[in-house]
């Protein structure tokens, strides 16, 4: 059974940079067809960040793109998504996303908090 769990969330200033991790049991982060990030507002939709897939480099939703960075520790076996520049827009709860190789299925994590404050 996978389960991924993220950790990072917090208070930060606007301006202010954070660094968001997410760790997986039951398998792999390497073994994943591909691994992301996604970040829900309130009375919003989830919206996608960035995704990687297993070989290559990832993509970034234009609302995100040259102030988030994804990388992923394969020692230490974590997905990491780096935020700088943050604004008052980009608060939100957000969540690790994994998609199995064997069948597409798809792991969300329980999220983590991100308030920006003006």
């Known amino acids: 059974q996978v389960q991924l769990v993220e950790s990072g969330g917090g208070l930060v200033q606007a301006g202010g940079s954070l660094r968001l991790s997410c760790a997986a049991s039951?398998?792999?982060?390497?073994?994943?067809?591909?691994v992301g990030w996604y970040r829900q507002a309130p009375g919003k939709q989830r919206e996608w960040l960035a995704t990687?897939?297993?070989?290559?480099?990832?993509r970034y939703a234009d609302s995100v793109k040259g102030r988030f960075t994804m990388s992923r520790d394969n020692v230490k076996d974590m997905l990491y998504l780096q935020m700088t520049s943050l604004n008052p827009e980009d608060s939100a709860v957000y969540y690790c996303?994994?998609?199995?190789?064997?069948?597409?299925?798809?792991?969300w994590g329980q999220g983590t908090q991100v308030t920006v404050s003006s």
């Open positions: 996303n994994a998609v199995a190789v064997e069948n597409g299925q798809n792991y």
């Open positions: 990687r897939p297993r070989y290559g480099s990832p």
């Open positions: 039951g398998s792999s982060m390497f073994r994943f067809e591909t």
